[in-house]
């Protein structure tokens, strides 16, 4: 199976529920954080980003930069939503349209009970915790630095992306809440640390450009 990288550079903000934050200050905060994210039917929700971290060194790193002037940083593998579902930024074509999010549409505030379980967990000796596999539902002690895992073997990003054509209906039937935007081009640029981090249940997040004017969502699965 092939190895992903789905990373983003520091300087990438994402959209959390405090507002934009950057990866590299989440991570030397070493704070899990609320998120918004998509749920597989396209609505909004809030979930937690565990464990924000440095995820390698000197990285190759795609700029893809949009009709409107927005650029996101990334490596070839990591995926963001466009009209023809989640697409690696190492495949993008011009002229494909991302979808972006109207950051003053009406959000949730709350996690859902729902899904509490799944974003929570319990210390047991210094250093580890208990937490609780979102596919399997059971029970497992884990490092604290790897709070993110799943217990289920080979979970990967075909769980999350199975039900994409509900989700890309949902988008399109949506007015006012979403737009779209012409990917002009895809280009190497120089090499970088990469940051990334997992978000419980949902396993996608929302980054915002540099100028905070568009939101696009992007898939954080990997095998």
């Known amino acids: 199976m092939k190895k992903l990288n789905p990373c983003v550079t520091g300087d990438t903000k994402v959209w959390t529920t405090n507002g934009a934050k950057t990866f590299s200050e989440l991570a030397e905060s070493n704070d899990d954080v609320m998120v918004y994210c998509f749920d597989a039917e ?5 979930s937690k980003m565990l464990h924000p971290r440095l995820t390698g060194y000197n990285i ?11 650029e996101f940083n990334v490596t070839p593998q990591h995926m963001f939503l466009t009209r023809n579902g989640y697409v690696a930024a190492e495949d993008l074509a011009i002229g494909d349209e ?12 709350e996690i859902e009970d729902s899904i509490k379980a799944y974003t929570e967990y319990e210390a047991t000796k210094k250093g580890t915790v208990i937490k609780r596999c979102e596919v399997t539902g059971e029970e497992f002690e884990c490092d604290w630095d790897e709070r993110e895992i799943c217990a289920k073997l080979e979970f990967g990003s075909e769980l ?8 890309k209906e949902s988008i399109s039937e949506s007015v006012g809440n979403y737009a779209c935007h012409i990917v002009l081009s895809v280009d190497p640029v120089k090499k970088e640390n990469v940051y990334n981090g997992t978000v419980a249940v949902y396993h996608n997040y929302f980054t915002i450009d540099k100028n905070e004017l568009t939101i696009v969502n992007q898939l954080n699965c990997g095998e």
């Open 160 to 167: 999350y992306t199975e039900n994409i054509e509900k989700l």
């Open 42 to 46: 396209g609505n909004i929700k809030i």
């Open 60 to 70: 190759q790193i795609l700029r893809v930069t949009l009709d409107n002037g927005s």
């Open 98 to 109: 991302f979808v972006l999010v109207n950051q003053y549409m009406n959000l949730p505030t």
